[in-house]
């Protein structure tokens, strides 16, 4: 699968990177599957009778991965001249035949990023078949647009229709081999959000319901549970035995693939089976007959001493039949007994209270004994902060109350409907436009299947012609801004310093001018601004961000404070945290050393983060906020 890239005309050539399991590397995977999402038309196909909706076939997949072409333009200043503004376009060609297509399209569907349409539960890449996103999927999708500034609008449908993963949580990875950096702090990030804020048992209503956004949202805040009894078996001295918290092997490899980065379930059995080494999960039972087949993953680390849950070594059985369940250390890992307001039983054979150290220490895991000692009583009382709600983090100014208002989806769209009903909505509104038409500016991408046309007319790549396409949205984004926000008169004029609103004017009077035609009036015409060139855009974001800037101030001093009081603003706190808890926490588990014992400190260190899809969180307020207003008749 060699990838050509050609520079303003500097053509190489390279192959894809491969991991010793065979599979590309991470990150490529990730990026080739969008940019083929993006060159592929989603419709409907049919199959055994059915249609599926934003759906593609596998031959589609694999002429458009026969020659598929990424471009990427990037603008900045002119290192010659600053004030001028340049634009570097990469393009990227991938080429591949159809028996490699298919088996790239193989490792789409090891990482959960595509399923089979007709067959979900199905795990191959057929040849005659029909695929669709997977929530997953969907999440890489969106995650790769706004950073490529794609215009994307052939698949808003499938956005808009379909669940996506609202919070994936990324596993660091080394970038020598692609492996995942295994550390105590990463599995206790990892098996936190695996557990979930409790326990996820799955409520009798859910059973029937047909609601696919219910379901994929009741599935993603933890491993489902339930409780397993086991017949007495006199003959080994064994009375009837009730075990809470269980799972079923097959599906921990499923949730894994689903709301992580694991690719694939070999890579998922052995995040599991680090589980089993640390003590969080402990196998029940696995009834599978004698002469059925069984793989087992099994896993080695060192252990910290002492009176540790940690073991040297861990296996996981991928068994359908296999069932674990959660161990008091997993619940305690978990912060379920702190949550519940109880204390772990003292039944359990894999929990001693001497051992409550043991998850909390760095991830030398006690190598060094009183550096590490230190260590861990001041990384506790971070993460200790760090649970804390949003607003306590931010104490120190409602400067950063309002970017965690604005970074939240959910939250900033509660403060939307709090600005909306006092009248201002218009400062968030160009806070927001602004952003967006700064990051469309700096890069602008595309992605096409070269066919024969386009190799006949060399002139007209799919790079230049999004490049002027993009240009041209541009031009109306910077035209729309000033008529809606700044304008005399406009629709939603803001209320900002004289001298600001004057320097905006003298700057659009002197560029009509001098481009020709008819005079400034204080609108901008769509004849005006069709002449404007690159420069003359960015000079126009300069003094956005100005005004941007005063915006900002205007609604951290003015709206914040009156904002943090509304009980809307403390419920919905609530709901955000209850979506994902432990966020902060994983945000800091990864934050200190995670090298193993033995590594050198130039080795790469590990970590975990989330990142947060904009479209699934604003649209699950949305349902939150239509069904509080539902259960509410009376409220205006």
């Known amino acids: 699968m060699p990838p050509h890239a050609d520079h303003d005309g500097q053509a190489t050539s390279h192959m894809m990177k491969t991991t010793k399991r065979g599979r590309p590397y991470l990150k490529d995977t990730l990026d080739l599957f969008a940019t083929l999402i993006v060159s592929l038309n989603l419709g409907p196909h049919k199959q055994f009778f059915r249609t599926y909706p934003n759906s593609f076939t596998t031959d589609e997949a694999a002429q458009n991965l026969a020659s598929l072409k990424f471009s990427q ?27 490699m297509a298919k088996a790239m399209c193989q490792h789409f569907m090891d990482a959960r990023l595509i399923e089979n349409a007709s067959d979900p539960n199905s795990n191959l890449f057929k040849d005659r078949g029909v695929y669709m996103l997977t929530p997953k999927g969907l999440h890489v999708l969106e995650r790769f647009i706004s950073k490529n500034g794609i215009n994307a609008d052939n698949i808003h449908n499938v956005f808009v229709t379909q669940p996506i993963c609202i919070k994936l949580l990324h596993l660091e990875r080394r970038s ?71 799972f079923h092997a097959v599906g921990a490899l499923e949730w894994l693939c689903d709301f992580t980065s694991v690719v694939g379930r070999e890579e998922a059995a052995e995040m599991a089976a680090q589980f089993v080494r640390f003590g969080l999960i402990h196998l029940v039972s696995d009834k599978r007959k004698n002469n059925d087949s069984a793989i087992i993953f099994t896993v080695r680390g060192s252990t910290p001493g002492g009176n540790s849950a940690v073991s040297q070594h861990g296996e996981f059985r991928c068994t359908a ?57 001041r990384r506790a009382s971070v993460v200790q902060l760090n649970t804390q709600t ?136 769509p004849e005006q601004a069709h002449s404007f060139n690159a420069t003359q855009l960015q ?85 939150a906020a239509a069904a509080a207003h539902g259960s509410m008749p009376n409220s205006p």
């Open 390 to 525: 949003p607003v306590d983090r931010t104490k120190e100014s409602n400067t950063g109350r309002l970017r965690y208002i604005l970074e939240e989806p959910a939250m900033r769209s509660l403060f939307r409907e709090f600005l909306r009903s006092n009248f201002c909505e218009e400062n968030l509104s160009f806070w927001l436009d602004v952003q967006d038409f700064k990051r469309k500016f700096n890069i602008t991408s595309s992605a096409a299947a070269v066919n024969s046309s386009s190799r006949s007319n060399p002139r007209s790549t799919p790079g230049q012609v999004a490049m002027e396409k993009h240009h041209e949205s541009l031009i109306n984004t910077a035209s729309v801004i000033y008529n809606t926000y700044l304008a005399p008169s406009s629709q939603c004029e803001l209320n900002i310093d004289h001298n600001l609103r004057n320097e905006m004017t003298k700057y659009l009077e002197d560029t009509v001018s001098s481009l020709g035609g008819n005079a400034f009036q204080g609108h901008i015409e």
């Open 73 to 99: 333009s990037n603008r900045g200043p002119d290192p010659r001249e600053p004030t001028r503004v340049v634009t570097t376009t990469t393009t990227t060609t991938f080429s591949m035949t159809r028996d």
């Open 321 to 377: 039949k296999a069932i674990y369940k959660i161990t008091d250390e997993g619940r305690r890992i978990a912060h379920w007994d702190r949550l519940a307001g109880e204390e772990p039983s003292a039944s359990s054979s894999n929990l001693i209270e001497t051992d409550r150290s043991s998850a909390d220490q760095p991830a030398d895991m006690g190598d060094k004994k009183n550096g590490s000692e230190i260590k861990l009583h």
């Open 176 to 246: 020598a081999d692609d492996e995942i950096i295994v550390s105590q702090s990463v599995i206790t990030a990892l098996f936190r959000r695996f557990a979930g804020r409790s326990p996820n048992y799955l409520p009798q209503s859910t059973g029937t319901t047909t609601d696919q956004f219910q379901r994929y949202n009741e599935r993603s805040k933890g491993i489902q549970l339930h409780d397993t009894i086991e017949k007495p078996q006199p003959l080994l001295g064994r009375g009837q035995q009730h075990h809470k918290h269980c």
């Open 539 to 623: 000079r126009m974001i300069q003094l956005y961000e100005r005004i941007q800037h005063h915006v900002f101030r205007l609604m951290a001093t003015d709206s914040v404070p009156k904002f943090i009081k509304t009980p809307k603003f403390l419920a919905l706190r609530n709901w955000v945290e209850d979506f994902d808890p432990t966020d902060s926490e994983i945000s800091q588990l990864s934050s200190g050393p995670s090298s193993p014992p033995g590594l050198s400190p130039h080795e790469e260190t590990g970590g975990a983060y989330i990142t947060i899809s904009q479209q699934a969180s604003e649209r699950e307020h949305r349902k």
